[in-house]
């Protein structure tokens, strides 16, 4: 699995978006861009992922660049309870459950 | 539909003991992966088990082992307990088909070794 790199902490004004960055420069042809976060003291929680195209849901967007080496999660409008660790993973999708974690970024909302 | 549990919540044990974690997955997941999650090491895979067959081993002594039962319940194992056990210890179950492994955890044994 390529490995991702990510800033270890942002802050964001609640209300406002949320860009998180994520580098993955030697990401190949069949993996997937996944993104989790963990709430202090919970497990973590599946945001979204995708592959090449944008990727939206009801919880984020996710915008991948046009050669994949680089991705950006983004919270639209961020609340106090977004505030989280977000990690960025990617690997090939389907055949195993196993997900390698980095440092992950600290997104701290503030009002 | 009820979420992933882990039981005990917490648990105390002291060195040289062993110590069983139980995890119960979705309804209809029949993966299941364990992690550890530690202040200094982050997160790490311990392994992963389907239709009660270990799928993937991560890097751990043989000290850390695990099993599945048919309906699809994991336990893991942790013997010979050392201070560097204390940990949080997470499971994930997820469907495992292609292209479809978003994985769920559930909130964790918090371990603590004296």
């Known amino acids: 699995d390529a490995k991702t790199t990510q800033p270890p902490s942002m802050d964001c004004a609640e209300g406002r978006a949320a860009n998180l960055p994520c580098n993955h420069s030697?990401?190949?042809?069949?993996?997937?861009v996944y993104w989790y976060r963990q709430i202090h003291s919970q497990g973590p929680q599946y945001i979204i992922h995708?592959?090449?195209n944008n990727e939206t849901n009801e919880m984020a967007s996710l915008i991948i660049t046009e050669d994949r080496k680089s991705s950006t999660l983004i919270l639209p409008h961020a609340t106090l309870r977004d505030t989280a660790v977000y990690y960025c993973i990617v690997r090939v999708s389907g055949n195993t459950g196993k997900l390698i974690f980095g440092q992950g970024t600290t997104l701290q909302v503030k009002p | 539909k009820a979420g992933v549990t882990q039981t005990p919540r917490y648990l105390i044990k002291t060195r040289g003991q062993q110590v069983t974690l139980s995890c119960s997955p979705i309804s209809g997941h029949r993966s299941v992966s364990w992690y550890q999650q530690t202040p200094g090491q982050g997160l790490q895979f311990l392994f992963e088990y389907f239709s009660e067959t270990q799928r993937n081993k991560g890097n751990f002594p043989g000290r850390f082992s695990g099993r599945q039962f048919s309906n699809s319940r994991s336990e893991m194992n942790v013997s010979t307990l050392e201070l560097g056990d204390s940990a949080l210890y997470l499971c994930a179950s997820s469907f495992r088909l292609a292209g479809v492994n978003e994985q769920f955890f559930g909130p964790g044994t918090r371990l603590t070794v004296l």
């Open positions: 030697t990401i190949s042809g069949n993996e997937y």
């Open positions: 995708g592959l090449k």
